[in-house]
């Protein structure tokens, strides 16, 4: 069984940073796409960063670009999302997620062709 812990959430400033971790058990990092997705109160699921199955490749929502990276480490298989610059914008509950059929250098942008989901972690970006 599949499972993804997120943690690293909290409240923070406009301007501030924070550092997401989602820990994954029963899938391999380095062997699925690892994605970080977000959803505000009364707003769909975005995408926010995608990372592809070798690793070779990091893709961003363009709201996030040049503010947000995403990294992986594949001895403890966990991935990250370091978040820069945030704005009142970025509040939402991150969502990391598992995506074990696309391969290559591709991801997938849509959070319902992921196969896992953790329960998420909430960032609030105070004003």
């Known amino acids: 069984q599949v499972q993804l812990v997120e943690s690293g959430g909290g409240l923070v400033q406009t301007g501030g940073s924070l550092r997401l971790s989602c820990t994954v058990s029963?899938?391999?990092?380095?062997?699925?796409?690892m994605a970080w997705f977000r959803q505000a109160p009364g707003k769909e699921r975005d995408f926010v960063a995608a990372?592809?199955?070798?690793?070779?490749?990091?893709y961003y929502g363009d709201s996030v670009k040049g503010r947000f990276t995403m990294s992986r480490d594949n001895a403890k298989n966990t991935v990250y999302l370091e978040m820069k610059s945030l704005k009142h914008d970025d509040t939402a509950v991150y969502y990391c997620?598992?995506?074990?059929?696309?391969?290559?250098?591709?991801?997938?942008?849509?959070?319902?062709?992921?196969?896992?989901g953790g329960q998420g972690t909430q960032v609030t970006v105070s004003s």
């Open positions: 997620a598992v995506d074990s059929h696309t391969g290559g250098n591709l991801v997938v942008v849509s959070a319902p062709e992921y196969d896992y």
């Open positions: 029963g899938a391999t990092v380095n062997n699925v796409v």
């Open positions: 990372i592809t199955r070798g690793g070779e490749n990091t």
